[in-house]
């Protein structure tokens, strides 16, 4: 299938991310304005600026809309806070459905980016809000009753496991239950637990496939795959491409590599967007994993989690042919 095949079809496509829909705050802050505090001594950061964008599985949703999908909605929880606030603001701005966000006592995952105003580097330690324990009960229960309510409207749901932390976020227990239990197209990135899954493609870079195969006590990747009982995983490998592996074997998908990326934050969620809709278009997998290979090279180009156009999409095909 051709990549204006694939985007004349995605035109038609209902995605749904589920799982941690974070918020990503982009703060500039101006090294001259650092004072000490008077009370205790220890310098300001002075911010001046401030970008509010949704990340994690917002991520993945910014991808699929500016892709062209005809409907992209997400499904996770958001706290009773201002980064809520936010958050809910930034998804309606780029055209995302956020009315299946579950409202909860925790915090809004949300990660704060400290940029140097003068050199545009990130160049101090991130604050992030994350919640000290395990997803609330009662948020869990109607993550669990939207799915079962409204997922069948969709032609392909992304599911972004970002928790990083002992406790689970969103894609709990329950949740990868349910997901083994359905039909149809479901994709998968998830840091620390792939190993977890069942009956679901799934995608992880090289470090996150090594070291779920150490966990599985296997190192092949064919060990994984059978493991979660999918059709298919995609192991990406940055700039070498990705790895595709399926029952008949594995298959590289190679890529042009790009001499100086200006940012790699979020090239695996924009390669989940552009690969996943690629399948729910009928795409083969190597064909899919070109697709995605293409929407994340544009974006590596671009400052912060940036995402792909169509117009983008065909000139980088073009180019690479």
């Not at 936010?86 to 400290?114: H, N």
């Not at 064919?222 to 490998?237: D, K, N, P, Q, S």
């Not at 008949?248 to 990326?261: F, I, K, L, S």
Request: one cysteine or more; glycine letters at 12%.
């Amino acid at each position: 299938m051709t990549v204006g095949g694939i985007l004349t079809r995605i035109a038609n496509l209902r995605a749904l991310v589920v799982g941690d829909i974070c918020l990503d705050r982009w703060c500039a802050y101006a090294p001259g304005l650092s004072e000490p505090s008077r009370e205790t001594g220890i310098a300001r950061t002075a911010v001046v600026r401030t970008k509010a964008t949704a990340g994690g599985g917002g991520t993945v949703a910014n991808n699929l809309a500016s892709l062209g999908a005809a409907r992209v909605a997400v499904l996770g929880v958001a706290g009773d806070d201002g980064h809520g606030y936010e958050l809910r603001a930034a998804l309606r701005q780029a055209g995302i459905d956020a009315s299946m966000l579950v409202q909860s006592v925790a915090p809004t995952f949300t990660y704060t980016k400290l940029i140097n105003a003068d050199s545009g580097e990130e160049d101090l330690g991130r604050i992030d809000f994350v919640s000290p324990g395990p997803l609330p009960t009662e948020a869990e229960a109607a993550i669990l009753d939207r799915l079962e309510r409204f997922a069948g409207e969709y032609d392909a749901i992304l599911v972004s496991d970002q928790a990083e932390t002992a406790y689970e976020g969103v894609v709990t227990g329950a949740v990868r239950e349910w997901l083994a239990r359905q039909d149809g197209l479901i994709w998968v990135d998830s840091r620390l637990r792939a190993e977890l899954f069942r009956r679901v493609i799934v995608k992880t870079n090289e470090r996150e496939a090594a070291e779920a195969c150490a966990r599985l006590g296997d190192v092949s990747m064919g060990a994984l795959r059978r493991t979660i009982g999918g059709e298919l995983l995609m192991v990406t490998h940055g700039e070498r491409g990705t790895l595709v592996v399926e029952e008949r074997g594995e298959t590289w998908v190679r890529t042009r590599p790009v001499a100086a990326p200006v940012d790699i934050c979020g090239a695996g969620d924009s390669f989940s967007a552009g690969a996943a809709l690629a399948l729910a278009c009928g795409a083969a997998p190597e064909e899919a994993a070109r697709f995605g290979n293409l929407v994340a090279g544009i974006t590596i180009m671009k400052k912060g989690t940036g995402t792909a156009s169509p117009a983008e999409v065909v000139a980088a095909a073009e180019a690479n042919a």
